[in-house]
């Protein structure tokens, strides 16, 4: 059984997604490591960026956590993640965002959490509780598919743990909020974004999917900008993640307000 430790996990899905063409390769060796070390204490790693050794003293992994400065540091044999917060001015007021770059190899992929794993949907809670209840490192907040359920709207279509949860979802792509774009993960650490009509449940099973969460908008596909973008202009919290390389991406997480919440990789 995999160490709930060591998995980069989404916790129900996300609110926008930044993607490329290698969303759909697979997983490949990761580029050697060559940074130095950002600080005194920092451990050391192997040539692709990980931990060359468990530290017995500190445990199974290196953390680091700076609240004051905004940064966050997760590091294992398999995984890291390394966090850092920042701050813009604009003319409505302060924006807070996080930026997250994650690495992960081997067995090391993104998976959907749910509050009640055996009862998914049927239960709310807010992603720092998911995060903390299965003890993950690295987590982004959900699709919000419960409540489009609960106020009876296509909750688009939903599998966790190669289950179809929900499937009703629009015939082609939409422009309207939420647009119920599909963000589908696997096994190998891929992952692929389709819009609405292009695959069905079945389609996902079958392809090998273990995870389908309905977001939206796509903001880039193949390297190209979606051009439905143009028509969301929510000053809403929005969380996004993008396909640097296999095996290393990038989440974003805005927040108009300061964020009181620690990220996940610092509780671990």
Known sequence: MRNPLRLAALTLALLCLISSAQAQQPPATPIPYEASAPFEGYPALDEQGFLKEQLPKNGPAFIYADKKDGRWIYIDETLRVEIERRVTKLRYGRVYYFIAHIHFRGDTVFRGWSQSPQRPGREIAKPEQIARQHRLVYAQNGDLYTWRVYNK????????????IHEQTYSKPNVNPPPLDELSLYPDGRMAIHTPGEMTGQDYLAAGATDVFSFGPILIRNGIKEERTANFSSREPRSAIGVVAPGHFVGIMVERHRCSLLPAAAQA
């Open 153 to 164: 709207k296509y909750p688009g279509i939903i599998i966790r743990d190669g289950k179809i």
